[in-house]
Every structure is written in C-alpha cells, then in structure tokens.
C-alpha cells in the first residue's frame, strides 16, 4: 500500500506561481495530478511516466503547469505558472503501479488527501 502526501497549495493573486509536491511512501509507476472544484468532477491535470521521460497536460494547463519527479525522494511536483482563478480547486497527487500515462481517475489506484489551492482575482 502506498501512502501520498501532498504539500504547497495556499492562496495566491491571479499571475502568481506554486510549487506542489508530492510524497510517496515507497517506489511508484507513472504519477498524476488531478483537481476538484467545488460542485464539478475530479479532472486530470498531469500524469508523467515513471521515468519522466514522458507528460501529458490538460489542455486547460498546457504551457502553464510543469509537472516533474524526482525518484530517489520518491516525490512528483507541480509547479503552476500563471495562475487563475479558474485553477481553485483541491489539488491531487495519484500513483499506480504500473509505468505508463495515465489520464483518468480510473487509472490510479493510490490517492492523496489533496491540498488546496485558491486563486483570487
């Protein structure tokens, strides 16, 4: 069982910049982020392999939002530039065993408790 911890939202002015991370408790496969608004659906934001060699964005992030791992800490981050306030929701951190992308809920089997990020206008 792995266990994932995630750490960095706050609130932050539209234009503004965080750096989320998340820990896993042991060695993982491919890694996302996802998001849930208030009243909407879970939504993928980011999923890159096990390597890192490989990412894939929501289309709604693509050029803002960087998602990136580090093995040896076990850790995946999300740095989100340009923020808006359509960003605010409770970020995610997922992982799988397996080493391939993942771009749905149904893709991951381990979950975080989420961190929340608020983007004011």
């Known amino acids: 069982q792995v266990q994932l911890v995630e750490s960095g939202g706050g609130l932050v002015q539209a234009g503004g910049s965080l750096r989320l991370s998340c820990a896993a408790s042991?060695?993982?496969?491919?890694m996302a982020w996802f998001r849930q608004a208030p009243g909407k659906e879970r939504e993928f934001v980011a999923t890159i392999n096990w390597s890192g060699g490989s990412t894939s964005y929501a289309d709604s992030v693509k050029g803002r939002f960087t998602i990136s791992r580090d093995n040896a800490k076990n850790t995946v981050y999300l740095q989100m530039n340009s923020l808006k306030p359509e960003d605010t929701a409770v970020y995610y951190c997922a992982a799988r065993a397996t080493i391939g992308l993942g771009l749905d809920v149904r893709d991951y089997a381990y979950w975080g408790r989420g961190t929340q990020v608020t983007v004011s206008s």
């Open positions: 042991g060695r993982t496969g491919a």
